[in-house]
């Protein structure tokens, strides 16, 4: 039993057929970690992005008011208009109820 296995290992030492083999499982191996990596970098930016312009476009104001000019006080319609109510409250986040 000694013996063989004494064999076994001699025989996995010498053996080099499939280490090309195993050295581009590794790589690959690492690449496909990186990209899980930097797929979810790029998406947790992305995301926050377009939470900041959501958060932008709810909160804009559209008020106005306009004046006649000097000389023409009935030309056209003049007015104004207010947003009453307050720009809603946006949660954002991953961890969300």
Known sequence: MKRQLKWLWTRLRKEDEGLLTLEWILLATLIVIGLVG???AIRD???DELGDVADAVIRVDQSFHTEPPAGLPYAGSWGSWQDDEPPPQVTR???LP
Do not use: I, L, T
Request: no cysteine.
């Open 45 to 47: 930016g992305f995301v």
């Open 93 to 95: 986040g991953r961890n």
């Open 38 to 40: 930097a797929y979810s």
